[in-house]
C-alpha cells in the first residue's frame, strides 16, 4: 500500500515537472499554432545554466533556479525576436524543418562545450533523503518540485485568469485581428509570451536534472512527452495541459514500476488512441484553426 | 477542342520525357563506372534517394507531413533481414518485394490513423508510430536482436547469378536497378489520372472532394504506396550492408530525410534523388570537418533554407541551368522547377 502511494507520489511529482516543462510549449504550440519541436532545448540551457552555476561558480541551489528562468527566457526572447517571429505565417513543415534544425543545432553545441556525458547538479543536503508522511516515504527533492510547480501552476491559472497581461493573451490567442484593431500589441504579448515559457522550460530543466537526466540529447528524448502533454491536453486552458501532464508522469512511473517490460508503448498507443477519438485534445475546445 | 480533351493532351505534355531527365540518368549511369572505388557511399545515395523518394510521394504530392517515415524502412529492414537470417526466402529480389509488402501492409493499417486530423495530430501520429515499433524491437529483443541488431545475416546471389562481393559492386548496381525500375513506376503514377487527383487533394482538399475526388481512399493509396517503397529502402539497407539494428527506426533518420527531401526540392520526384546526392556530399563534408559535431551544421542548413525560403533557394540553383537552356534552346526553360510551398 505504502510503495503504492509514494509510486503516486512520484508519478505527481513527475507530472507536475513536465508540465512546467511543457506548458510554455501549449502556448507556442496550442494556441500560437507553431510547431516548435525544439521547445526541450530551451528546458535544456536552463539545467545547464544551473550545473554551470552551482557546480562550478559555486552558487547556492536555490539562487541559480531563477537565473535558470532568466537565462532561458533570454536565449527565447533573442531568438523570437531575430528568427521564430517570421515562421509564425509560414507552413508547419517549414516550422518543423526550422526547429529540429535548432535541436540538432544545440545538441551539438551542448555536447562541444559541456561534453556528452550526463551532468549532475549538486543538491543542497536539506533536499536529499526521503521523510516519512503518514507512514509513506516522500522524497524531500520531489516534494519541493510537487510545491514549486504547484504554486506555479496556481500563479499562471491566476495570471491568465485576473491580470490584464492575460485578458490581453486570450485576446490575442481567440482572434489576432480583432485584438489589434483593439490596440493590443499582438507580437509584443506573444513575444512576452514565448519568452516566459521558454524560462519556464528552462526552470523546469533545471529542477528536472536530478530526474530526468541531463545530457545534450534532452531535446530529442523527451520532445515527444512535451508534444504529448500539449497534443493530449488541448489548448483551450492551462487545466488541460496540467491534467495531461499529471496523467502522463503517473501512467509513466507505474509502468516503468509496474510493467517495465512495455512501459514506452503503453504511453503511445494512449496516444494515438486518445488522438484519433479526439484530434483536438482531451480537453480540447474547437477545431484547431 | 473540347475541355476534356484539352485537359488530357495538357496531361500527356507534362508526362513526356525531358532530355534533362535523360540526362540526369545518363549522368548517374556514368558516374557507376566513373568512380569504382566509391561504390559503397554511391549505394548509400541510392538508398537514401529511393527512401526520399518515398516521402515525396506522400509529401510533395499529397501533402501529408510525416515525422516517422524511418518506420516503414525499419519494418522493411528487420523484414528483409529475417527473411535472410532464417532462411524463409533466399532469393534477394523476392524478399525484397516480400519487405515491401509487409511495410506496405504496415503502412495500410496506419493510414487510417494518418488521414484523420489536421497537420499536428498526423504528425503526433506518424511519430508515435516510429517510436512505438522502435520500442517494440527492442522489447521483442529475442527476434530483432534488441540493442545489437540483427547478426549473421548471409545474403543469397540474386537471381542465384550474382553474388554480392565486398566491393559493393553487385550491391550498387541492385540498388541501382531497383531504384530505377521504382522511379519509373512513381513517375508513372504521378502522372496517372490518380496522380493528378492527388496534387487536386494536396492544393485544396475541400474543392477537390467537392469535384468529385475520394479524397480519403485516394490518400490511403499513396501512404501505402509510399511505406511500400519505403520497405523497399529499408530492405536494400539491409541487403547490402548484412545489417539491422534498432537506429534503422531513429528519429534522427526521419529527420534527415526530410532534410533530404527539402534541399532537392518536393513535388518532382527527382528532388529526392538530388537532395541525397547534396545530403551525403554534405555530411562527408561536415564530418571531415568536425567529426563528432557534424549535427550542428546539418542543423544549420536547415534552419538557413527555411530562413531564406526554399523556393528562393530552388531559384538560386536553377538560374545558370536556365539561363544556359534559354540561350542555346531559344525557349523556355526546361528544368523542371520544384513546385513552391506545401501547407
Redesign the interface.
Given at each position: 500500500m505504502a510503495s503504492i502511494l509514494t509510486n503516486l507520489f512520484d508519478g505527481v511529482a513527475y507530472g507536475m515537472l513536465l508540465f512546467v516543462l511543457a506548458c510554455g510549449l501549449a502556448v507556442t504550440?496550442g494556441l500560437m499554432n507553431f510547431?516548435n519541436l525544439a521547445h526541450g532545448a530551451f528546458a535544456m540551457a536552463g539545467g545547464y545554466i544551473c550545473a554551470v552555476l552551482v557546480n562550478q561558480s559555486g552558487w547556492p541551489f536555490f539562487a541559480a533556479l531563477p537565473l535558470a528562468f532568466l537565462g532561458s527566457a533570454a536565449i527565447g526572447i533573442a531568438l523570437e525576436r531575430t528568427?521564430y517571429r517570421?515562421?509564425y505565417s509560414?507552413?508547419?513543415?517549414?516550422q518543423?524543418?526550422?526547429s529540429?534544425?535548432?535541436?540538432?543545432?544545440?545538441?551539438?553545441?551542448v555536447?562541444?562545450i559541456m561534453g556528452s556525458s550526463r551532468v549532475f547538479i549538486k543538491l543542497p543536503a536539506a533536499l536529499e533523503g526521503q521523510i516519512d508522511l503518514f507512514g509513506v516515504g516522500i522524497g524531500r527533492y520531489r516534494l519541493m518540485i510537487v510545491v514549486i510547480c504547484g504554486l506555479l501552476t496556481l500563479a499562471l491559472q491566476l495570471i491568465l485568469a485576473k491580470t490584464r497581461f492575460g485578458s490581453r493573451l486570450r485576446a490575442a490567442v481567440d482572434d489576432p485581428r480583432a485584438a489589434i484593431g483593439l490596440g493590443i500589441n499582438v507580437p509584443q504579448v506573444f513575444a512576452f509570451t514565448f519568452a516566459f515559457g521558454c524560462g519556464l522550460a528552462g526552470l523546469g530543466g533545471a529542477l528536472s536534472a536530478e530526474i530526468l537526466g541531463l545530457d545534450p540529447y534532452f531535446p530529442?528524448k523527451f520532445?515527444?512527452y512535451f508534444?504529448?502533454v500539449v497534443?493530449v491536453g488541448g489548448s483551450s486552458s492551462i487545466t488541460g495541459p496540467f491534467l495531461a501532464s499529471l496523467l502522463l508522469g503517473i501512467a509513466d512511473v507505474a509502468g516503468k514500476y509496474y510493467v517495465p517490460?512495455?512501459g514506452?508503448?503503453v504511453i503511445?498507443?494512449v496516444?494515438?488512441v486518445i488522438?484519433?477519438c479526439r484530434?483536438n485534445g482531451l480537453f480540447g475546445r474547437t477545431?484547431?484553426r | 477542342m473540347s475541355a476534356l480533351s484539352d485537359v488530357s493532351t495538357h496531361a500527356m505534355a507534362g508526362a513526356r520525357w525531358r532530355i534533362s531527365e535523360v540526362a540526369f540518368w545518363v549522368l548517374v549511369l556514368a558516374c557507376a563506372f566513373l568512380f569504382p572505388s566509391r561504390y559503397l557511399i554511391m549505394t548509400d545515395i541510392v538508398r537514401l534517394g529511393l527512401f526520399a523518394l518515398s516521402l515525396d510521394l506522400i509529401l510533395g504530392y499529397a501533402g501529408i507531413v510525416s515525422l516517422g517515415h524511418a518506420a516503414f524502412f525499419g519494418v522493411g529492414a528487420y523484414s528483409a533481414g529475417l527473411l535472410a537470417l532464417h532462411g524463409i526466402i533466399n532469393e534477394p529480389v523476392i524478399a525484397l518485394v516480400a519487405a515491401g509488402l509487409v511495410a506496405a501492409v504496415l503502412g495500410f493499417l496506419t493510414s487510417f490513423l494518418v488521414i484523420r486530423g489536421v497537420d499536428l495530430t498526423r504528425l503526433m501520429v506518424t511519430l508515435g508510430i516510429a517510436l512505438l515499433l522502435e520500442a517494440l524491437a527492442e522489447r521483442f529483443s529475442d527476434i530483432t536482436g534488441g540493442t545489437d541488431g540483427l547478426q549473421g545475416i548471409e545474403m543469397q546471389p540474386i537471381l542465384g547469378l550474382f553474388a554480392f562481393d565486398m566491393f559493393g559492386k553487385t550491391g550498387f548496381f541492385y540498388s541501382l536497378i531497383v531504384l530505377f525500375v521504382l522511379f519509373l513506376l512513381a513517375r508513372r503514377v504521378v502522372h496517372s489520372p490518380f496522380g493528378l487527383s492527388l496534387r487536386a487533394i494536396k492544393n485544396n482538399p475541400l474543392r477537390a472532394a467537392a469535384i468529385g475526388v475520394p479524397v480519403n481512399s485516394r490518400l490511403i493509396a499513396v501512404y501505402t504506396l509510399a511505406a511500400f517503397y519505403a520497405g523497399i529502402a529499408g530492405a536494400l539497407f539491409t541487403q547490402t550492408t548484412a545489417l539491422a539494428s534498432l537506429d534503422v527506426f531513429s528519429f534522427e533518420r526521419s529527420a534527415d530525410l526530410m532534410l533530404v527531401l527539402v534541399i532537392g526540392g518536393t513535388g518532382y520526384l527527382y528532388g529526392g534523388l538530388i537532395g541525397a546526392v547534396v545530403f551525403k556530399m554534405l555530411q562527408e563534408l561536415f564530418q571531415s570537418i568536425t567529426p563528432q559535431y557534424w549535427l550542428f551544421w546539418i542543423g544549420l542548413v536547415l534552419v538557413v533554407i527555411v530562413m531564406v525560403g526554399r523556393a528562393r533557394i530552388h531559384r538560386w540553383v536553377l538560374f545558370v541551368p536556365n539561363l544556359v537552356i534559354r540561350q542555346f534552346a531559344g525557349r523556355k526553360a526546361a528544368v523542371a522547377v520544384p513546385e513552391s510551398d506545401v501547407s
Open positions: 504550440l510547431v528568427l517570421h515562421l509560414r507552413s508547419h513543415l517549414d518543423v524543418l526550422f529540429i534544425g535548432l535541436v540538432f543545432m544545440s545538441v551539438a553545441a555536447d562541444y530529442l520532445m515527444i508534444l504529448i497534443t517490460k512495455v514506452p508503448f503511445y498507443t496516444m494515438i488522438l484519433l484530434p477545431a484547431a | -
